[in-house]
């Protein structure tokens, strides 16, 4: 695949090229059969893969010719090397922070999702019908969260305006990191259960089970 | 009674005699006190410093300013609005209501549940209460499904007190323990009213007659100001009921 990257900038409404001509990728987008560009940066115009030779067989059934025969045009936000931003799909686990906690759900801070750290914090929200496999209209979420806590979870809908919804309804989803009342790191006793090492009190949590 | 529980301030160290000893039951804190390890204990308020040698616990008596929830408390509360399937009642003014389910008082269901305006008066227990979310209410025990005194109060009248005599006036001696005489001796002389005893500084007072709830409240706003004793309760209920007649 040759890509040529033309140095040429692009402000958010600029005109690309036509729609005919081009196939729009990140950072563009097409109003009227014409592309514009949507961020500040420079274009890169990618060569479509050159499709294979025809096949030399007289009774070979072809299919018509593939629609994406289009070089694709794209903006990426300069001093970020082709580095696409990543977002939270569903079934990736991330690592999140409790924010608040409300009888019904925890809101969270998505932190990382997979191995990369997020330049943004999304909101997420666990519902307590999601929060474990069995017993869901017995949780209570006093018992298996706290603010602050550190929670693996996995991403199960793109949700609302607001956030993702999450759950951690699986033995190694829940919470990784937690702080005492007291103020010190706890370490997980059993699947519902942190103890403090210096005062030897437990607090209830959903543990996630270590790898 | 300085020597018998002493006055202490927050950050004060406590003299190691005072501290009870058992030979078998680890020593419990009540509120007031704080464990830092390995082996001090400080007050975090100031009040008088009470022991108990049977059940091997102390405590900080003090008389507080602000209502802090905790787990099993009796508190009146007054319903602000309705949601779905929730009341959202004030405890305390200034924070953030505590929920009362619809269907946690005795005998309710779907077709028959007590229709609550805002502004009503109800006794409730604290099911859930700590320092992230807000407090939840109960009208009716979880374990045996009655209520125990507890719903909504109907007539009658709320008054405010301080949180210190709110607690004596639960404790179950309340003269020997509390000092607090006042309510049995308006019952000696022969009103007919019945109350409950808010944790969160509110008292309700019901009767027949209005006179007698206007009575009752001055009565226990009047010691409670003025920090009466228990022979001069028993001179302020004379007083009013002088008044009165």
């Known amino acids: ?211 | 009674m300085a020597t018998e529980h002493p006055l202490v301030l927050p950050g004060d160290t406590i003299d190691p005699s005072l501290i009870p000893t058992h030979k078998k039951q680890p020593l419990r804190l009540g509120p007031g006190l704080r464990h830092v390890p390995p082996s001090t204990i400080l007050p975090t308020v100031a009040g008088q410093l009470v022991t108990d040698l049977r059940k091997n616990s102390m405590w900080v008596e003090y008389n507080g300013g602000r209502y802090i929830p905790s787990q099993g408390d009796l508190v009146i509360g007054q319903v602000a609005r309705s949601a779905t399937d929730l009341y959202f009642v004030t405890i305390t003014p200034y924070t953030a209501n505590a929920s009362l389910p619809h269907l946690s008082f005795e005998g309710a269901s779907k077709k028959t549940r007590p229709q609550l305006l805002p502004g009503a008066l109800v006794y409730a227990r604290v099911t859930l209460a700590n320092r992230h979310m807000d407090p939840e209410l109960e009208c009716v025990s979880a374990t045996t499904g009655k209520a125990e005194g507890l719903g909504p109060l109907a007539g009658g009248m709320a008054f405010d007190v301080s949180l210190g005599l709110a607690r004596r006036l639960l404790m179950a001696r309340s003269r020997e323990e509390g000092g607090v005489e006042v309510l049995e001796q308006l019952g000696a002389e022969g009103l007919a009213f019945e109350t409950a005893v808010g944790r969160n500084g509110r008292v309700w007072v019901g009767s027949d007659s209005p006179k007698t709830v206007v009575l009752v409240g001055r009565a226990l706003t009047e010691t409670d100001e003025k920090a009466l004793g228990v022979e001069q309760q028993r001179k302020l209920v004379k007083k009013l009921i002088r008044e009165m007649r």
């Open chain 1, 1 to 211: 695949m040759a890509t040529s990257a033309s140095q040429t900038l692009a402000i958010p409404g600029q005109l690309l090229g036509s729609a005919s001509k081009y196939q729009p990728g990140p950072g563009t987008h097409i109003h009227e059969s014409n592309l514009y560009s949507s961020l500040l940066g420079a274009v890169h115009v990618v060569q479509p893969a050159k499709a294979p030779g025809p096949v030399k067989r007289l009774t070979k059934i072809t299919p018509a010719a593939p629609p994406a025969e289009l070089p694709t045009i794209s903006v990426s936000r300069s001093g970020v090397s082709e580095k696409r931003e990543v977002l939270p799909e569903v079934g990736n686990t991330v690592l999140c922070r409790v924010v608040r906690i409300m009888p019904r759900q925890a809101v969270v801070a998505i932190l990382i999702c997979g191995d990369t750290v997020l330049d943004a914090e999304w909101q997420g929200l666990i519902r307590v019908q999601d929060v474990r496999a069995t017993e869901k209209d017995r949780v209570k979420i006093y018992e298996s969260f706290r603010p602050g806590d550190i929670v693996r979870a996995e991403v199960i809908s793109l949700g609302d305006q607001a956030s993702y919804y999450l759950s951690t309804a699986r033995n190694e989803l829940g919470v990784i990191m937690a702080t005492s009342e007291a103020g010190n790191t706890m370490y997980p006793v059993s699947w519902k259960e942190y103890r403090d090492p210096e005062t030897g009190l437990g607090e209830p949590r959903k543990v996630a089970k270590p790898y």
